[in-house]
Protein backbone atom coordinates (compact mmCIF):
# COMPACT_ATOMS: atom_id res chain seq x y z
CA UNK A 1 0.00 0.00 0.00
CA UNK A 2 1.23 3.36 -0.55
CA UNK A 3 3.26 5.65 1.95
CA UNK A 4 0.78 8.52 3.68
CA UNK A 5 0.68 11.52 1.61
CA UNK A 6 -0.10 13.81 4.86
CA UNK A 7 -1.09 14.37 8.34
CA UNK A 8 1.07 12.64 10.48
CA UNK A 9 -1.05 12.48 13.04
CA UNK A 10 -3.56 9.95 12.71
CA UNK A 11 -5.65 9.91 15.68
CA UNK A 12 -9.31 10.18 14.80
CA UNK A 13 -11.82 11.36 17.64
CA UNK A 14 -15.42 10.95 17.04
CA UNK A 15 -17.80 12.79 19.26
CA UNK A 16 -20.71 10.47 20.56
CA UNK A 17 -23.85 12.07 22.11
CA UNK A 18 -27.00 11.14 23.94
CA UNK A 19 -29.59 10.09 21.07
CA UNK A 20 -25.87 9.16 18.84
CA UNK A 21 -26.83 8.37 14.86
CA UNK A 22 -26.33 5.17 14.82
CA UNK A 23 -25.77 4.99 10.50
CA UNK A 24 -23.03 8.42 10.65
CA UNK A 25 -20.83 6.94 13.48
CA UNK A 26 -20.99 3.02 12.24
CA UNK A 27 -19.44 4.15 8.60
CA UNK A 28 -16.77 6.42 10.75
CA UNK A 29 -15.90 3.35 13.11
CA UNK A 30 -15.77 1.24 9.77
CA UNK A 31 -13.54 3.49 8.01
CA UNK A 32 -11.29 4.48 10.59
CA UNK A 33 -11.55 2.10 13.39
CA UNK A 34 -11.28 -1.54 11.61
CA UNK A 35 -7.68 -2.91 11.49
CA UNK A 36 -6.52 -2.76 8.08
CA UNK A 37 -2.70 -4.50 8.15
CA UNK A 38 -2.81 -4.23 4.48
CA UNK A 39 -2.66 -0.52 4.91
CA UNK A 40 0.60 -0.97 6.85
CA UNK A 41 1.24 0.56 10.75
CA UNK A 42 0.05 4.02 9.76
CA UNK A 43 -2.66 3.59 9.54
CA UNK A 44 -5.52 5.66 11.60
CA UNK A 45 -6.57 4.91 15.02
CA UNK A 46 -9.61 5.71 16.44
CA UNK A 47 -10.71 6.77 20.08
CA UNK A 48 -14.41 7.64 21.23
CA UNK A 49 -14.96 10.81 23.61
CA UNK A 50 -18.36 12.51 25.30
CA UNK A 51 -19.12 15.35 26.86
CA UNK A 52 -20.15 13.64 29.86
CA UNK A 53 -18.82 10.14 29.64
CA UNK A 54 -20.37 7.08 30.52
CA UNK A 55 -23.63 5.33 28.99
CA UNK A 56 -26.02 7.04 26.65
CA UNK A 57 -28.93 6.81 24.65
CA UNK A 58 -28.69 5.46 20.50
CA UNK A 59 -30.81 5.47 17.58
CA UNK A 60 -32.23 2.37 17.32
CA UNK A 61 -32.88 1.57 21.15
CA UNK A 62 -28.81 0.92 21.62
CA UNK A 63 -27.15 2.08 24.50
CA UNK A 64 -23.42 3.31 24.31
CA UNK A 65 -21.08 3.85 26.68
CA UNK A 66 -17.79 6.30 26.32
CA UNK A 67 -15.00 6.31 28.76
CA UNK A 68 -13.37 9.54 27.47
CA UNK A 69 -14.14 12.80 27.87
CA UNK A 70 -13.35 16.03 25.27
CA UNK A 71 -9.83 16.29 26.46
CA UNK A 72 -9.22 13.43 23.79
CA UNK A 73 -10.03 16.17 21.55
CA UNK A 74 -7.13 18.12 22.23
CA UNK A 75 -4.97 14.88 21.14
CA UNK A 76 -6.71 13.91 17.68
CA UNK A 77 -5.32 14.87 14.40
CA UNK A 78 -8.98 14.08 12.76
CA UNK A 79 -12.24 14.93 15.02
CA UNK A 80 -15.56 13.38 13.69
CA UNK A 81 -19.05 15.00 14.70
CA UNK A 82 -21.41 11.90 13.35
CA UNK A 83 -24.53 14.15 12.93
CA UNK A 84 -26.52 15.53 16.18
CA UNK A 85 -29.29 15.15 18.41
CA UNK A 86 -31.70 17.63 16.44
CA UNK A 87 -30.91 20.63 14.82
CA UNK A 88 -33.12 22.90 17.37
CA UNK A 89 -30.84 21.37 20.07
CA UNK A 90 -27.98 23.45 20.81
CA UNK A 91 -24.76 22.02 21.46
CA UNK A 92 -22.97 22.16 25.08
CA UNK A 93 -20.37 25.05 25.00
CA UNK A 94 -17.96 23.19 26.49
CA UNK A 95 -18.51 20.94 23.11
CA UNK A 96 -18.02 24.41 21.03
CA UNK A 97 -15.22 25.37 23.04
CA UNK A 98 -13.08 22.24 22.45
CA UNK A 99 -13.59 22.33 18.63
CA UNK A 100 -12.34 25.71 18.89
CA UNK A 101 -9.21 25.02 20.37
CA UNK A 102 -8.73 22.47 18.40
CA UNK A 103 -9.01 24.28 15.04
CA UNK A 104 -6.76 27.06 16.50
CA UNK A 105 -3.96 23.98 16.63
CA UNK A 106 -4.78 23.04 13.34
CA UNK A 107 -6.66 19.48 13.71
CA UNK A 108 -9.25 18.58 10.37
CA UNK A 109 -12.51 18.54 11.42
CA UNK A 110 -15.21 16.89 9.87
CA UNK A 111 -19.04 17.05 10.59
CA UNK A 112 -21.65 14.22 9.03
CA UNK A 113 -25.30 14.83 8.07
CA UNK A 114 -26.93 17.03 10.31
CA UNK A 115 -23.47 17.48 12.17
CA UNK A 116 -22.61 20.23 10.63
CA UNK A 117 -25.00 22.77 12.65
CA UNK A 118 -22.10 21.77 15.56
CA UNK A 119 -19.14 23.66 13.55
CA UNK A 120 -21.29 26.52 12.55
CA UNK A 121 -22.54 26.87 15.83
CA UNK A 122 -18.96 26.77 17.07
CA UNK A 123 -17.95 29.80 14.40
CA UNK A 124 -15.84 27.00 12.57
CA UNK A 125 -18.10 27.37 9.16
CA UNK A 126 -18.41 31.16 9.56
CA UNK A 127 -18.57 32.86 5.86
CA UNK A 128 -17.88 30.03 3.97
CA UNK A 129 -19.47 27.47 2.00
CA UNK A 130 -20.56 24.11 3.67
CA UNK A 131 -23.33 21.38 3.16
CA UNK A 132 -25.92 19.23 5.30
CA UNK A 133 -28.66 16.66 4.57
CA UNK A 134 -30.44 18.59 2.40
CA UNK A 135 -34.17 18.08 4.68
CA UNK A 136 -32.28 20.82 7.37
CA UNK A 137 -30.93 23.35 4.77
CA UNK A 138 -33.60 25.85 5.07
CA UNK A 139 -33.36 25.85 8.96
CA UNK A 140 -29.74 25.73 8.65
CA UNK A 141 -29.76 29.20 6.64
CA UNK A 142 -32.17 30.77 9.17
CA UNK A 143 -29.67 29.80 11.85
CA UNK A 144 -26.77 30.50 10.17
CA UNK A 145 -27.46 33.31 7.51
CA UNK A 146 -23.54 33.65 7.41
CA UNK A 147 -22.77 30.72 6.37
CA UNK A 148 -23.45 29.51 2.38
CA UNK A 149 -24.98 25.97 2.37
CA UNK A 150 -25.82 24.32 -0.59
CA UNK A 151 -27.94 21.73 -0.79
CA UNK A 152 -27.08 19.95 -3.80
CA UNK A 153 -23.75 18.88 -2.50
CA UNK A 154 -22.31 15.45 -1.28
CA UNK A 155 -19.54 17.35 0.86
CA UNK A 156 -17.82 20.53 1.19
CA UNK A 157 -13.52 20.32 1.77
CA UNK A 158 -12.55 23.53 2.98
CA UNK A 159 -8.67 22.43 3.85
CA UNK A 160 -9.35 21.68 7.99
CA UNK A 161 -12.86 22.12 7.73
CA UNK A 162 -15.07 19.73 5.82
CA UNK A 163 -18.56 18.86 5.62
CA UNK A 164 -21.09 16.24 4.05
CA UNK A 165 -24.54 15.97 2.94
CA UNK A 166 -27.31 13.18 4.52
CA UNK A 167 -26.31 9.69 5.93
CA UNK A 168 -24.65 7.78 2.58
CA UNK A 169 -23.04 10.69 1.43
CA UNK A 170 -20.47 10.47 5.15
CA UNK A 171 -19.31 8.03 3.42
CA UNK A 172 -17.96 9.99 -0.26
CA UNK A 173 -16.48 12.27 2.72
CA UNK A 174 -14.85 9.53 4.59
CA UNK A 175 -13.32 8.04 1.43
CA UNK A 176 -12.00 11.23 0.35
CA UNK A 177 -10.12 11.71 3.33
CA UNK A 178 -8.56 8.53 2.85
CA UNK A 179 -7.80 9.03 -0.59
CA UNK A 180 -5.91 12.77 0.12
CA UNK A 181 -4.16 11.06 3.20
CA UNK A 182 -3.20 7.44 1.72
CA UNK A 183 -3.49 7.77 -2.23
CA UNK A 184 -6.25 6.03 -4.42
CA UNK A 185 -5.36 2.92 -4.29
CA UNK A 186 -6.09 2.86 -0.29
CA UNK A 187 -9.62 4.89 -0.52
CA UNK A 188 -10.32 1.93 -3.28
CA UNK A 189 -9.51 -0.91 -1.02
CA UNK A 190 -11.74 0.14 1.42
CA UNK A 191 -14.19 1.23 -0.61
CA UNK A 192 -14.50 -2.49 -2.29
CA UNK A 193 -14.47 -3.89 1.54
CA UNK A 194 -17.71 -1.32 1.79
CA UNK A 195 -19.31 -2.70 -1.44
CA UNK A 196 -19.50 1.16 -2.66
CA UNK A 197 -18.14 3.11 -5.11
CA UNK A 198 -14.27 4.59 -5.02
CA UNK A 199 -15.28 7.60 -5.89
CA UNK A 200 -18.22 10.38 -6.42
CA UNK A 201 -17.44 13.80 -6.60
CA UNK A 202 -18.28 16.40 -3.89
CA UNK A 203 -20.11 18.29 -6.34
CA UNK A 204 -22.40 15.28 -7.48
CA UNK A 205 -25.75 16.10 -6.06
CA UNK A 206 -26.74 14.79 -3.25
CA UNK A 207 -30.61 14.24 -3.66
CA UNK A 208 -30.54 11.81 -6.65
CA UNK A 209 -34.29 10.38 -7.66
CA UNK A 210 -34.80 6.51 -8.00
CA UNK A 211 -34.11 5.34 -12.25
CA UNK A 212 -36.95 2.90 -11.52
CA UNK A 213 -39.26 3.88 -9.09
CA UNK A 214 -40.67 0.66 -6.40
CA UNK A 215 -43.49 -0.05 -8.26
CA UNK A 216 -42.79 1.04 -11.79
CA UNK A 217 -44.98 1.13 -14.60
CA UNK A 218 -43.98 -2.35 -16.37
CA UNK A 219 -43.11 -1.40 -19.64
CA UNK A 220 -41.23 1.61 -18.72
CA UNK A 221 -38.99 -0.46 -15.93
CA UNK A 222 -37.97 -2.98 -18.98
CA UNK A 223 -37.64 -0.04 -21.49
CA UNK A 224 -35.05 1.76 -19.06
CA UNK A 225 -32.84 -1.74 -18.36
CA UNK A 226 -32.82 -1.99 -22.24
CA UNK A 227 -32.18 2.00 -22.42
CA UNK A 228 -28.69 1.17 -20.06
CA UNK A 229 -27.79 -2.12 -22.16
CA UNK A 230 -27.73 0.08 -25.07
CA UNK A 231 -26.73 2.76 -23.66
CA UNK A 232 -23.82 3.19 -26.05
CA UNK A 233 -25.82 3.24 -29.16
CA UNK A 234 -27.84 6.42 -30.72
CA UNK A 235 -31.53 6.30 -29.00
CA UNK A 236 -34.07 8.76 -29.56
CA UNK A 237 -37.51 9.75 -28.32
CA UNK A 238 -39.51 8.30 -30.85
CA UNK A 239 -38.10 4.86 -30.80
CA UNK A 240 -38.14 4.93 -27.01
CA UNK A 241 -41.77 6.21 -27.07
CA UNK A 242 -42.35 3.65 -29.57
CA UNK A 243 -41.17 0.58 -27.66
CA UNK A 244 -42.79 1.84 -25.00
CA UNK A 245 -46.30 1.92 -26.91
CA UNK A 246 -46.87 5.56 -25.84
CA UNK A 247 -46.92 8.65 -27.85
CA UNK A 248 -43.77 11.06 -27.50
CA UNK A 249 -45.57 13.99 -25.52
CA UNK A 250 -46.96 11.07 -23.18
CA UNK A 251 -43.89 9.61 -23.07
CA UNK A 252 -41.51 12.22 -22.08
CA UNK A 253 -44.29 12.74 -19.10
CA UNK A 254 -44.24 9.40 -17.90
CA UNK A 255 -40.14 9.34 -17.64
CA UNK A 256 -40.02 12.67 -15.46
CA UNK A 257 -42.87 11.20 -13.59
CA UNK A 258 -41.33 7.94 -12.91
CA UNK A 259 -37.23 9.28 -12.66
CA UNK A 260 -37.59 12.81 -11.77
CA UNK A 261 -35.29 13.31 -14.86
CA UNK A 262 -35.35 13.71 -18.35
CA UNK A 263 -34.71 11.04 -20.97
CA UNK A 264 -31.82 12.67 -21.83
CA UNK A 265 -30.57 13.67 -18.52
CA UNK A 266 -31.15 10.14 -17.53
CA UNK A 267 -29.48 8.54 -20.33
CA UNK A 268 -26.00 10.93 -19.07
CA UNK A 269 -25.93 10.09 -16.06
CA UNK A 270 -26.17 6.24 -17.55
CA UNK A 271 -23.51 7.18 -19.50
CA UNK A 272 -21.08 8.90 -17.55
CA UNK A 273 -21.22 5.94 -15.05
CA UNK A 274 -20.21 3.87 -17.68
CA UNK A 275 -16.97 5.86 -18.09
CA UNK A 276 -16.23 6.21 -14.89
CA UNK A 277 -16.46 2.38 -14.68
CA UNK A 278 -13.92 2.00 -17.80
CA UNK A 279 -11.75 4.88 -16.56
CA UNK A 280 -11.29 3.33 -13.22
CA UNK A 281 -10.41 -0.27 -14.57
CA UNK A 282 -8.29 0.73 -17.00
CA UNK A 283 -7.20 -1.19 -20.22
CA UNK A 284 -8.90 1.09 -23.03
CA UNK A 285 -7.58 4.54 -24.42
CA UNK A 286 -10.03 7.47 -24.16
CA UNK A 287 -11.50 7.24 -27.91
CA UNK A 288 -12.74 3.87 -27.18
CA UNK A 289 -14.44 4.29 -23.77
CA UNK A 290 -16.21 7.56 -25.56
CA UNK A 291 -17.59 5.04 -28.17
CA UNK A 292 -18.18 1.84 -25.42
CA UNK A 293 -19.74 4.50 -23.24
CA UNK A 294 -22.10 6.06 -25.70
CA UNK A 295 -20.60 9.64 -26.56
CA UNK A 296 -19.00 8.45 -29.93
CA UNK A 297 -16.12 11.09 -29.53
CA UNK A 298 -13.39 12.15 -26.88
CA UNK A 299 -14.24 14.93 -27.71
CA UNK A 300 -18.21 14.81 -26.50
CA UNK A 301 -16.48 12.92 -23.61
CA UNK A 302 -14.58 15.73 -22.48
CA UNK A 303 -17.01 18.10 -22.42
CA UNK A 304 -19.81 16.24 -20.41
CA UNK A 305 -17.19 14.74 -18.14
CA UNK A 306 -15.89 18.14 -17.10
CA UNK A 307 -19.58 19.87 -16.95
CA UNK A 308 -20.87 16.97 -14.46
CA UNK A 309 -17.50 15.63 -12.89
CA UNK A 310 -15.56 18.95 -12.87
CA UNK A 311 -12.56 17.40 -14.28
CA UNK A 312 -11.26 15.50 -17.35
CA UNK A 313 -11.45 11.73 -17.78
CA UNK A 314 -8.04 11.87 -17.85
CA UNK A 315 -7.32 13.29 -14.68
CA UNK A 316 -9.98 11.34 -13.28
CA UNK A 317 -8.19 8.04 -14.14
CA UNK A 318 -4.92 9.49 -13.42
CA UNK A 319 -6.45 10.06 -9.41
CA UNK A 320 -8.64 6.97 -9.74
CA UNK A 321 -7.88 4.37 -12.05
CA UNK A 322 -6.67 0.99 -10.81
CA UNK A 323 -3.72 1.04 -13.48
CA UNK A 324 -2.73 4.50 -13.43
CA UNK A 325 -0.08 3.74 -16.27
CA UNK A 326 -2.29 2.22 -19.24
CA UNK A 327 -1.55 3.75 -22.60
CA UNK A 328 -4.76 4.79 -25.01
CA UNK A 329 -5.54 2.21 -26.68
CA UNK A 330 -6.92 2.17 -30.14
CA UNK A 331 -10.80 2.50 -30.55
CA UNK A 332 -12.60 -0.71 -31.60
CA UNK A 333 -15.83 -0.41 -34.44
CA UNK A 334 -18.85 0.30 -31.71
CA UNK A 335 -21.51 -1.83 -32.35
CA UNK A 336 -24.49 -0.31 -34.96
CA UNK A 337 -27.98 0.64 -33.87
CA UNK A 338 -30.47 -2.07 -32.53
CA UNK A 339 -32.96 -2.14 -35.45
CA UNK A 340 -35.68 -0.73 -33.08
CA UNK A 341 -33.52 2.29 -31.60
CA UNK A 342 -32.56 3.77 -35.17
CA UNK A 343 -34.19 7.62 -35.66
CA UNK A 344 -37.33 7.16 -37.40
CA UNK A 345 -39.39 9.48 -39.70
CA UNK A 346 -39.98 12.80 -37.88
CA UNK A 347 -37.67 11.93 -34.93
CA UNK A 348 -35.47 14.79 -34.91
CA UNK A 349 -36.55 17.06 -33.02
CA UNK A 350 -36.72 14.63 -30.01
CA UNK A 351 -33.38 12.95 -31.01
CA UNK A 352 -31.02 11.67 -28.57
CA UNK A 353 -27.82 11.79 -30.09
CA UNK A 354 -24.60 10.46 -28.32
CA UNK A 355 -24.21 12.39 -24.98
CA UNK A 356 -27.06 14.33 -25.60
CA UNK A 357 -28.07 17.45 -23.65
CA UNK A 358 -30.79 17.70 -21.09
CA UNK A 359 -33.30 19.71 -22.97
CA UNK A 360 -35.53 17.23 -23.49
Known amino acids: MPNPLSQ ?6 VVVYDGLCTFEFGIVAEVFGLDRPEMGPDWYTLV ?26 SEAGTIVIPGWKGVGVA ?3 ALLAALRSAAGRGARILSLCSGAFVLAAAGLLDEGLATTHWRYAE ?17 VDRGMVMTSA ?6 D ?27 RDGGQAQFIERPVPPRPDGRLAALLDRMREHADRPLTIA ?3 REAAMSERTFLRRFKELTGMTPAAWLLSVRLDRAKQMLESGGLGIEDIALRAGFGTSATLRMHFRAMVGISPREYRRRFGHDRGTSAAAPSNPRPPHPDMRAGPGARRHSLPRGASCRN
Do not use: K, Q, W
Request: net charge negative.
Open 166 to 171: GSAAGI
Open 173 to 199: LLLHVVRSDFGPEAANSVARRLVVPSH
Open 239 to 241: ALA
Open 139 to 155: AFRTAFPDVEIDADLLY
Open 48 to 73: TCACEPGPMRAAGGLTVTVNDGLERL
Open 8 to 13: PNRMVA
Open 91 to 93: PPE
